[in-house]
């Protein structure tokens, strides 16, 4: 009975370390085949354009194009340089505010906030791309042919902008001269300001010859200083030289976020 | 003869252990020159350069960009197979089929979204939890069931700011509010792949895209918060819900996965009744007050939730100076059932959760 049990426990363990050895392996062969990228980014530049359009629309929207310069100082690290313009305007839903505003009989009120335009912009920030990986099944089967290989990246800069604000409720000129008439000119400001940038992105490589082409889906926040008045008198804010109608700065305005969506293609050198 | 037996059935279990030790050296005299990428690691994975029959000594173009050089030239480790790879050798760059690390078949999961978070909200504001259950039918299709509870439900500072400063606002189906909700429907995992985290952490995935249908829960504002108190709401009663969605399955172990979605939730708002009354059982509730006697003597049909308008609102304190007096709100629910409104809402969620696969 003793040798019984001998050989059983000899068998296994020596048995045991046969598989293990041999699922080791193949974790080996697995983690080898993601780990040695078939794209490498260290030490390339990288030009791109991005196109962008703001996902939640309140009172404004931008559609935005940007140019992307980057330098990949190391595999999951680059300095990134985004400059680029914005076609911005009102929504349909600030003009019907504005117009509703100005048939109301309110005198006095406060100015809405988040009315400020990102015409142009420039930051310069990091990208972290941590993550580096391939995509496969229905895209590998019926698609394409080949595993799609992509990085996930955060980025994160700071910069300036340059901005354009049309009130919806503070009316300069009116048709007749009184308030209650159509409005032919609003409260028109600009400004440069400080921006902050951030963004969530995926950059697929194209499994094109030279390995140079990638294409890039990312979620970006433009965050800049907001800025209104408060108590204006409508009455007043048609005086010349009273734009403001009295109304003074709010003290703590707070921040605007500009969420927008961006695709952009990327040549790396 | 019985020890005889149990001795050649160890030995046959142990033989594996000793013939894997032994693979690697065996082979290597037979791969003296570098070989094409085996069949069973790239006949199906993109395309690369593949080996050449004679290493050129002299000259040595330097390496094309994007290249792997996965190690030192010329050595015996470059020879060296894992697996029938040559994962040393500098002139070949291994690539593997995908292959699952979990199997889904016939599993079930459940998921847990403690984070659900309205990402679209111009005139509302969502954030809620969500219950899921999904049945793995096959690899790539299963059948799912949510189940959601927004406990923020309120309308977006934007429309409050509307309110107080143009004394404008959207319309009440514009602005309508989901509750909760539940639905069904399948879910399809198209594609897979993995991803490693800083060379040293690999992690296998997949998306996921989901459709379904179902109902929710809806409620308007009627009075906005301000110097009367917080804000007040109606119920407008179920409607039909229809799900889609797309996210990604992220697995760590064979038990438990993390879930990051996109649910798009749309339904069609209307406000024809308030509390389950129309415009005729709010008009006569009404015209009760206005005369100084108790709602609850009005006419009004049998859907009608009267109580929702009788007595006051304490809002749970024992400062009696801030009831609000619920007939108040008459007034505001006539008004949103007298100009009906429809529209269709998208709720566009956040859903980050933890799932537990059985």
């Known amino acids: 009975m003793r040798s019984i049990s001998a050989l059983v426990l000899v068998a296994f363990f020596t048995a045991g370390p046969a598989f293990a050895a041999e699922e080791e392996q193949g974790a080996l062969v697995e983690k080898v085949a993601v780990k040695n990228r078939l794209f490498n980014t260290r030490g390339r530049f990288e030009l791109g354009l991005n196109l962008g359009f703001s996902v939640l629309n309140q009172l404004t929207e931008h559609y935005t194009g940007n140019l992307n310069i980057s330098f990949n100082f190391v595999e999951t690290f680059a300095i990134e340089l985004l400059a680029g313009g914005s076609y911005t305007r009102h929504t349909s839903l600030a003009n019907q505010v504005a117009d509703n505003f100005n048939k109301s009989n309110v005198m006095s009120s406060d100015d809405l906030s988040n009315l400020w335009e990102m015409v142009a912009n420039g930051t310069l920030g990091l990208r972290w791309q941590f993550l580096y990986g391939k995509i496969g099944g229905l895209l590998q089967d019926v698609l394409l042919g080949n595993p799609i290989h992509f990085q996930f990246y955060v980025a994160v800069g700071g910069g300036a902008g340059f901005f354009k604000r049309e009130s919806v409720v503070i009316c300069n000129q009116t048709s007749t001269g009184r308030v209650g008439g159509e409005c032919l000119q609003y409260l028109t400001e600009t400004k440069a300001s400080p921006v902050v940038t951030l963004a969530l992105g995926w950059r697929f490589f194209l499994p094109t010859i030279g390995n140079n082409h990638s294409l890039r889906v990312e979620v970006r926040d433009f965050s800049y200083f907001d800025s209104y008045v408060e108590n204006f008198n409508r009455a007043a804010a048609l005086t010349p030289g009273n734009e403001l109608g009295n109304g003074t700065p709010v003290s703590n305005p707070g921040i605007s976020n500009l969420v927008q969506v961006h695709v952009g293609y990327s040549y790396m050198f | ?358």
Request: with cysteine; net charge negative; glycine share 10%.
């Open chain 2, 1 to 358: 003869m019985r020890t005889a037996l149990i001795t050649l059935l160890s030995l046959t279990v142990a033989a594996p252990a000793f013939a894997f030790a032994g693979d690697a050296p065996a082979q290597e005299p037979a791969k003296a020159e570098p070989a094409p990428a085996p069949a069973a690691a790239s006949d199906d994975d993109e395309d690369e350069p593949t080996a050449k029959p004679e290493p050129k000594p002299e000259p040595e173009k330097p390496a094309a960009l994007g290249a792997v050089d996965t190690g030192p030239k010329g050595t015996g480790e470059s020879q060296k197979l894992v697996s029938g790879a040559p994962l040393y050798n500098p002139n070949v760059a291994v690539h593997i089929v995908e292959q699952k690390e979990f199997e889904d078949k016939w599993k079930r999961e459940v998921s847990l979204f403690p984070a659900v978070a309205q990402v679209n909200g111009k005139f509302s504001n969502h954030v809620g939890a969500a219950l899921g259950f999904t049945w793995h039918l096959q690899e790539n299709f299963g059948l799912m069931a949510m189940g959601l509870f927004n406990y923020v439900n309120v309308q977006s500072g934007f429309n409050n700011e509307l309110i107080d400063k143009t004394r404008q606002e959207a319309q009440a189906a514009t602005s309508q509010l989901l509750v909760g909700g539940a639905f069904a429907g399948v879910e399809v995992t198209p594609f897979y792949g993995k991803f490693v985290f800083y060379d040293s952490y690999l992690v296998h995935f997949a998306v996921v895209l989901s459709a379904g249908a179902g109902a929710g829960n809806t409620r308007v504002q009627l009075k906005p918060a301000n110097d009367a108190g917080p804000a007040t709401y109606g119920d407008t009663g179920w409607r039909f819900l229809a799900e889609i969605g797309g996210g990604f399955r992220v697995q760590f172990l064979k038990w438990i996965t993390l879930r990051l979605e996109l649910r798009d939730l749309v339904y069609a708002a209307t406000v024809s009744q308030v509390a389950g009354c129309n415009l005729t059982d709010l008009t006569a509730m009404d015209e009760e007050d206005r005369a100084g006697r108790p709602v609850t003597g009005a006419n009004v049909s049998g859907s009608c939730n009267v109580d929702r308008f009788d007595g006051f609102e304490t809002w749970n304190d024992e400062d009696m100076g801030n009831d609000y007096k619920r007939s108040r709100d008459l007034a505001l629910a006539r008004n949103l059932v007298k100009d009906q409104s429809s529209d269709v809402l998208n709720n566009l969620g956040f859903y980050l959760g933890v799932s537990f696969v059985f």
